[in-house]
């Protein structure tokens, strides 16, 4: 009697059992026929439609994906994996193309936009002054190519190629000998003597403050125009190099099971939940992420130079005018030929008088007294590519700091819009449902945690690392240089005579942001050295043939207008 109850208790049992199983059955026939969405999705990827079977299969043998019935096989699986690969990279790469492309266009820009500026400089200098020296500039004008040669190589390689310094040195102690000849024609100067005339060019001071005032203004503007092209050239170079890294095979293989996985289930259409995408993603580039903080420093050691090239540095300002600036010079240097004349006398000792001279001179040189003519920069050469520097560095500012966490935010950038489902009605990596794991922070050291990603944290990409590296160097020559130095080179030899050939300026000029202008009178500075010259009152006799070698070059000057 006690087992009469229980049998209809069984009955009931095996009954309920019966139905789960029709219905299991029934739900797993439902998705064997879903398999013709995938077929049609798979050959749409460009695939063969054959390898997609007709009916769901044991998916037991699947590597990535969820096991049980599946239109998914494991030659499928590879395949797809392959797809993910390519569909994860794309995009990152396309927002990687579009950055490199606009810095390149923009170093361009200003690489093109400083040069021309330089050949704009050296061609209103060459017509300034034919118009104004006539055939005695003719005859010299092989010094002031060789000073915008000398800029220009300056401007291309550097310090490696150019000590800017030394070359101004030169510049100013050339154009003093040859003047010197020019208002002393009356003697006969020997190669040492007009060695000892250019190791005397700083004492004597035959251009007034005109050189120094240069030397600061060029040194500055040349450091920061060409260490700014540098860094617009690194930033395509740094992405590309970082473009070439390799996804990781466990990198692969969550972006298949968050790609491509649906498929399996016949639910091709399903995207991935957002912080779901946001994992795979940190996990897949968490070495991309940690060149955010260099990137960040040297954008905004960029964007401060971007500000001294608007400023102080102003290259297009140094430059502009460097014609009226070297003719002031000149023009020191007639006004105070006498005195100039005097001291190197007394340093250098009394020349012979020229015999060539004096057989050539004639009635009209000791009658006429004349000097240079000033000269007003009413037409000028017009602006480089048709453009200003200010118009430049405001475009590429907005451009830099659009560029900021450019990396860290590749992650959120890509999980956007059309590739993820909004809410729980998304793909979480088994099934259609909420994603319940915790989104987990960018770079490397945080993916211990990372619930969809293995990541090794303890091996760093090596390539990265050394763009890490290459930003944190430019960094250090971009802050140089908005103090006016330059230190992209070890410049030990070329200092080791005296002042350290990056320094531009002394303080406290380095510490304002005002511009040095010519028009200001020059404040003589004491001599370095003892003063050679105890009495510059000359006889009468050196005054009469100062007068002579002054109305000779008046001639010289005036000769092209006579004809």
């Not at 500039?137 to 010094?143: F, I």
């Not at 007009?194 to 240069?214: A, Y």
């Not at 070329?494 to 380095?510: L, N, R, V």
């Not at 020059?522 to 009469?544: E, F, H, T, Y």
Request: neutral net charge; charged residues 20%.
């Amino acid at each position: 009697r006690i087992w009469i109850p229980v049998r209809p208790t069984l009955l009931v049992l095996f009954v309920v059992c019966t139905l789960v199983v029709l219905s299991v059955s029934g739900t797993a026939e439902q998705k064997l026929k879903n398999c013709n969405d995938v077929r049609a999705a798979y050959s749409s990827k460009g695939f063969n439609v054959n390898d997609v079977p007709n009916k769901g299969v044991n998916g037991a043998p699947l590597k990535v994906c969820p096991q049980g019935f599946s239109c998914c096989t494991v030659e499928m699986e590879e395949k797809l994996s392959q797809q993910s690969h390519t569909e994860i990279k794309a995009p990152v790469s396309r927002l990687s193309t579009n950055l490199q492309s606009t810095f390149k266009q923009r170093h361009d820009h200003f690489d093109k936009f400083f040069r021309q500026l330089l050949q704009n400089a050296e061609v209103s200098l060459h017509n300034m002054f034919v118009r104004t020296y006539g055939i005695m500039y003719v005859q010299n004008a092989e010094l002031f190519k060789d000073f915008f040669a000398s800029l220009t190589r300056y401007y291309v390689s550097g310090s490696t190629a150019i000590n800017l310094d030394s070359m101004l040195s030169d510049f100013w102690a050339n154009l003093l000998e040859r003047m010197f000849r020019l208002v002393n024609v009356q003697y006969e100067f020997s190669d040492s003597y007009m060695e000892c005339i250019s190791r005397h060019t700083e004492q004597l001071q035959p251009f007034g403050d005109v050189p120094r005032k240069l030397r600061i203004q060029l040194t500055r503007a040349f450091v920061a125009a060409r260490t700014f092209v540098r860094g617009l050239a690194l930033m395509p170079e740094v992405v590309n190099k970082v473009s070439t890294v390799s996804a990781s095979p466990s990198c692969v293989r969550a972006a298949m099971k968050m790609l491509y996985c649906p498929y399996c289930s016949g639910q091709v259409a399903l995207k991935p939940c957002q912080n779901y995408c946001l994992n795979v993603l940190r996990g897949c580039l968490a070495n991309q992420a940690d060149l955010d903080t260099e990137w960040n420093n040297f954008l905004d050691a960029m964007l401060g130079l971007a500000e001294r090239l608007e400023g102080p540095f102003n290259f297009e300002s140094v430059m502009d005018p460097i014609d009226v600036k070297i003719s002031e010079a000149i023009m020191n240097m007639q006004e105070n030929s006498m005195q100039v004349t005097q001291k190197v006398f007394q340093g250098c000792g009394q020349p012979k008088p020229s015999m060539a001279f004096r057989s050539t001179r004639s009635v009209k040189e000791t009658s006429f007294s004349g000097r240079f003519r000033p000269y007003s920069p009413d037409a000028r050469p017009t602006t480089a590519a048709g453009t200003s520097l200010d118009r430049l560095t405001n475009d590429v500012k907005k451009k830099l700091k659009h560029a900021k966490k450019f990396w860290s935010t590749l992650p959120e950038t890509v999980c956007a819009g059309e590739r993820i489902a909004p809410g729980d009605e998304c793909w979480n990596g088994t099934a259609k449902s909420r994603y319940e794991s915790v989104v987990i922070g960018n770079g490397l050291a945080n993916q211990v945690s990372n619930p969809d990603v293995d990541v090794d944290i303890t091996k760093p990409d090596i390539v990265i690392r050394s763009q890490i590296a290459a930003l944190k160097e430019m960094t250090s020559w971009l802050k140089a240089a908005h103090s006016g130095n330059d230190i992209s080179i070890d410049n030990d030899e070329d200092s080791s005579g005296g002042e350290e050939s990056g320094s531009t300026c002394d303080p406290p000029s380095c510490d304002t942001d005002r511009d040095i202008y010519f028009s200001t009178p020059p404040n003589p500075s004491n001599p370095r050295v003892v003063q050679v010259v105890k009495d510059i009152n000359s006889s009468r006799a050196l005054q009469g043939s100062m007068a002579l070698a002054l109305c000779g070059l008046a001639l010289a000057l005036l000769a092209p207008h006579l004809r």
